[in-house]
């Protein structure tokens, strides 16, 4: 079963991530676990800005109104308002933009076709969700599995082609969430996470879980999040790095 499409990179739009890593599969599915929710929107944001700054189209799937949405990144000096406005970037809410209840039998195609019709009548560039563990059947690990194999193979449709898929969930460290983990470590062609180093004021590490492509970068990144400029990286000194 081929749960994998492409050998491509496209970029995180986090310029330290970029620089260390070669980047996200293009055309595919890959997400992130974050510590929490703010932290993993600003993730998703870095990723869109970055596809809408190239021209691409782009659609995120959040729980999130529009207001709250504009107003978070606007802290962070990015406007995506323009991008609403002109139709380049689609807010796509979950309620009440899709309908699903995840059971044993659920498929994930029609909420890429209905995203679709939301977007003009054809998939965007990119694609971000929010809280992706929202679509996945959380109640053992085998379902997990299960699910997280028919959301990789939905991203690999024919309607899909030419789209990329970012999803962030919170890592809550619960049983449910490290089988989650598990999960998609399984499945999915890439997996990664950020989280937050105890006691280091707003900075983060980020580890790559499950390698895209052989030769990607396992190298554990320290970053520092200040509000209005984004990621940037935290110097370490010899004694701190060993």
């Known amino acids: 079963m081929k749960l994998s499409r492409a050998l491509k990179a496209i970029d995180w739009g986090i310029n330290p991530i970029d620089q260390v890593t070669h980047g996200l599969p293009e055309s595919d ?4 676990e974050t510590p929490d929710y703010h932290t993993g929107m600003m993730v998703l944001g870095h ?7 190239k021209g691409e189209t782009c659609a995120l799937i959040s729980f999130d109104t529009a207001d709250t949405f504009l107003s978070n990144f606007l802290l962070w000096n990015v406007d995506f308002e323009k991008f ?10 979950y309620r009440p933009n899709f309908s699903f209840e995840v059971g044993l039998t659920y498929q994930y195609d029609p909420i890429f076709t209905e995203m ?36 990789a193979l939905a991203v690999l449709s024919k309607q899909m082609e030419g789209t990329s898929v970012l999803g962030q969930y919170v890592q809550f460290g619960d049983t449910v969430h490290r089988n989650l983990s598990i999960a998609f470590q399984k499945t999915l062609p890439a997996c990664f996470s950020l989280s937050e180093v105890s006691g280091g004021n707003h900075q983060f590490e980020f580890r790559t879980l499950k390698l895209p492509w052989y030769g990607y970068s396992r190298t554990p990144l320290l970053l520092q999040m200040k509000e209005g400029t984004g990621f940037s990286f ?9």
């Open 234 to 242: 935290v110097e370490q000194d010899h004694e701190q790095a060993a």
């Open 84 to 93: 609403l406005l002109d139709e380049k970037m689609f807010l796509l809410n």
């Open 29 to 32: 599915l890959s997400v992130i």
């Open 116 to 151: 679709a019709r939301l977007c003009g009548g054809k998939m965007p560039n990119r694609v971000a969700i929010q809280q992706v563990d929202t679509l996945i059947n959380l109640n053992n690990l085998t379902l997990m599995n299960n699910s997280a194999q028919k959301l």
């Open 47 to 53: 990723y869109l800005h970055a596809g809408l700054q």
